[in-house]
């Protein structure tokens, strides 16, 4: 497994690497740039396609380190097409500014494909007593499309510093993978192995002074993985549970902060998806922290959820 693992890892970075240039050039060449605003911290035009690379070599990575094999084939299937469609949906994002109800839709239309093709939510932890709960058909469904939309939009609202989406991601993804590959789940230890080596490969591009941004193709196609791939998990075993709970634990973060910019635009009257300043890496910002501090802060925070969540694992 560690040898799968380590393979995973390598392949992703030094394809990151190779590509995340490559993507540099095609941003250019297709207008897919990113122009200053009052709501955004860079002064100069980035190229935002660099999540074009990062999702080739997450691809690469897996693919090397594991085949789809047994019953999990169809399930991969569905995660698979429905990272297509959830690229497609960033990339026309990120040429085009879509309104965020069409973009919502499309988000949604990536959930309904793995959801479709059975990788659902069908039990979860009793929060009443032991054992768990059943989801009957529609539950089930409802709730693995909210699962996938909500981390979509949870890295997607992360990444307004250079850096701090791919570096978040890539402590996240680390543990996972650790996290996966201790409940013998290699696809899923696997591709979490892969997404970890992709954001290193990206990370010297992307942080601050950013050559290039993902745009909201890479912060979709990250927070799309990170949920189908620990309901992955969770569909093997009921110990695989622990898969999914971690996810949220790691990722609490931007999960906390998503939250918490939905309530306050409700609270305040205006649209959900309305952009703002509110953000928890704006309050660094204003805080008088430059980029770099506020993006190693942040960091710091991720390190103490993962090594909660590690933590909690070897306690079990």
């Keep these: 497994m560690l040898?799968?693992?380590?393979?995973?890892?390598?392949?992703?970075?030094?394809?990151?690497?190779?590509?995340?240039?490559l993507s540099i050039r095609w941003a250019i060449k297709l207008g897919i740039v990113a122009y200053p605003s009052a709501r955004k911290v860079h002064r100069e035009p980035v190229p935002s396609w660099g999540g074009i690379a990062l999702t080739i070599a997450i691809l690469a990575g897996a693919l090397v380190g594991w085949l789809p094999i047994g019953t999990l084939a169809i399930n991969i299937l569905g995660v698979y097409i429905g990272l297509i469609v959830i690229v497609a949906v960033g990339t026309f994002d990120d040429r085009f500014s879509l309104p965020p109800k069409l973009k919502l839709t499309g988000q949604i239309i990536a959930a309904l494909v793995p959801t479709a093709l059975g990788l659902r939510i069908s039990f979860i932890n009793n929060p009443f007593g032991e054992g768990y709960l059943y989801l009957t058909?529609?539950?089930?469904?409802?709730?693995?499309?909210?699962?996938?939309?909500?981390?979509?939009?949870?890295?997607?609202?992360?990444?307004?510093?250079?850096?701090?989406?791919?570096?978040?991601?890539?402590?996240?993804?680390?543990?996972?993978?650790?996290?996966?590959?201790?409940?013998?789940?290699?696809?899923?230890?696997?591709?979490?192995?892969?997404?970890?080596?992709?954001?290193?490969?990206?990370?010297?591009?992307?942080?601050?002074?950013?050559?290039?941004?993902m745009g909201d193709t890479g912060a979709m196609a990250?927070?799309?993985?990170?949920?189908?791939?620990?309901?992955?998990?969770?569909?093997?075993?009921?110990a695989a549970l622990s898969v999914l709970f971690m996810t949220v634990l790691v990722l609490a973060y931007p999960l906390f902060d998503t939250t918490f910019a939905i309530l306050r635009r409700w609270l305040n009257g205006r649209p959900i998806f309305s952009a703002d300043r509110e953000h928890l890496h704006h309050k660094l910002l204003d805080s008088g922290l430059d980029?770099?501090?506020?993006?190693?802060?942040?960091?710091?925070l991720t390190l103490i959820f993962c090594l909660l969540a590690l933590l909690l694992v070897k306690g079990t």
């Excluded at 799309?224 to 998990?233: I, K, Q, R």
């Excluded at 980029?291 to 710091?300: D, E, F, G, I, S």
């Design 222 to 238: 990250l927070g799309y993985l990170f949920a189908t791939l620990s309901v992955l998990g969770a569909v093997k075993s009921f």
């Design 137 to 213: 058909g529609w539950q089930s469904w409802l709730l693995t499309v909210f699962w996938i939309v909500a981390l979509v939009n949870a890295v997607n609202l992360i990444d307004g510093l250079d850096g701090l989406a791919a570096g978040v991601s890539f402590f996240a993804a680390l543990t996972l993978s650790f996290l996966a590959a201790s409940q013998n789940l290699l696809p899923v230890a696997t591709a979490f192995a892969a997404i970890a080596g992709a954001c290193v490969g990206f990370l010297p591009y992307n942080f601050h002074p950013a050559r290039v941004f």
């Design 291 to 300: 980029q770099r501090q506020a993006v190693l802060t942040l960091y710091a």
């Design 3 to 21: 040898t799968s693992l380590a393979l995973a890892f390598l392949t992703a970075t030094v394809i990151s690497i190779i590509m995340t240039p």
